[in-house]
């Protein structure tokens, strides 16, 4: 199995400041055909169910501010927050969908400091 | 709009089953995967499998082989999760989910999620 592991298991940032969420995969994710990482992030707040935030480790999905991005290189991946805003307060986890069974990181619990 | 709307909270005994529904509306219900991911107390995500509502192909993690069965009602546009031989370790909120793309498995819609308790 892909394991994910995401550091710090939790953050304390700022209002304002940047955060920065990192995600190491145990394998590669990357499929050389089509040169693409198969990595996707996404956010729970408390009693939500997640959100998807980022697919192909880069890709911003249709309504997430462009403060959220993604980016990555060979099996490290990173979810950047540049101006931390009050609803920003989340758990926050990488996923892979490179191979079965599709993982997920254990989440980084990111609070205002 | 998309909703994926689940049954309610279940609790049940050890080595029972349980079965969970999760009603699709607002797309074409047989034009994307439906994947189930449960997250136990306090802790992190975990996908169980998925199904093709166009034919009813199944996918499983191999943790769950044997124990968890995907079913699907075209008729009512509804999926199903069923778990047998249930213990403690089952206790999560089990989450329905919309494959984003039918190839790729990373998931865009998401129920309400059903809390399963399992306690004797």
């Known amino acids: 199995d892909v394991v994910l592991t995401q550091s710090p298991d939790s953050l304390a940032v700022s209002l304002g400041e940047r955060a920065t969420i990192n995600c190491k995969s145990s394998?590669?994710?990357?499929?050389?055909?089509?040169?693409?990482?198969?990595l996707a992030w996404y956010q729970q707040k408390p009693g939500q169910p997640p959100r998807l935030l980022i697919h192909?480790?880069?890709t911003r999905e249709s309504g997430v501010p462009d403060r959220f991005s993604g980016s990555g290189s060979g099996t490290d991946f990173t979810l950047t927050i540049s101006s931390l805003q009050a609803e920003d307060v989340a758990v926050y986890y990488c996923q892979q969908y490179f191979s079965n069974p599709y993982t997920f990181g254990q989440g980084t619990k990111l609070e205002i400091k | 709009q998309v909703q994926l709307l689940q049954s309610g909270a279940e609790v049940r005994m050890p080595g029972a089953s349980v079965k969970v529904s999760c009603k699709a509306s607002g797309y074409s219900f047989s034009d994307y995967y439906v994947h189930w991911v449960r997250q136990a107390p306090g802790q992190g995500l975990e996908w169980l499998g998925r199904?093709?509502?166009?034919?009813?192909?199944?996918n499983y993690a191999q943790k769950f082989q044997g124990r968890v069965t995907m079913t699907m009602d075209t008729s009512i546009s509804t999926v199903y999760v069923e778990l047998s031989r249930l213990t403690s370790d089952d206790t999560a909120v089990y989450y329905c989910?919309?494959?984003?793309?039918?190839?790729?498995?990373?998931?865009?819609?998401w129920g309400q999620g059903s809390l399963v308790t399992v306690s004797s």
């Open positions: 199904i093709s509502p166009n034919g009813g192909g199944t």
């Open positions: 394998q590669t994710v990357l499929s050389t055909s089509a040169s693409k990482f198969y």
């Open positions: 192909w480790a880069s």
């Open positions: 989910t919309r494959d984003a793309s039918n190839i790729y498995y990373y998931f865009d819609y």
